[in-house]
């Protein structure tokens, strides 16, 4: 048996383990902050758009189907604007 491999020969015992590595804290990302007005935009023309291209999928005339699509578009803005963005000072 050698006794190499279970440190007997050593004279001065094991050898210590190093010391642990410190952790370093995770790091949380977070998304970049966009004002409520350009989300509320981003919403009105992604969903207007939706429902132009939605419209003559269907069958809807070209002209009334983007009319249609900008009054959607226009309201929807409206409405997230108005009632979108969270409210921090509710429990």
């Known amino acids: 048996m050698d006794e190499s491999a279970t440190g007997s020969v050593n004279f001065y015992g094991p050898t210590p383990l190093p ?7 995770v790091m949380h990302l977070r998304p970049p902050s966009i004002a409520h007005g350009i989300v509320s935009f981003l919403w009105a023309v992604f969903l207007g758009l939706f429902i132009w291209i939605g419209g003559i999928a269907v069958g809807i005339n070209g002209g009334m189907s983007f009319i249609v ?12 604007r108005v009632y979108g963005e969270d409210d921090p000072s509710r429990p």
């Open 19 to 25: 010391p642990p590595a410190k952790l370093t804290p």
């Open 69 to 80: 699509g900008c009054v959607a578009g226009f309201l929807i803005f409206l409405f997230v």
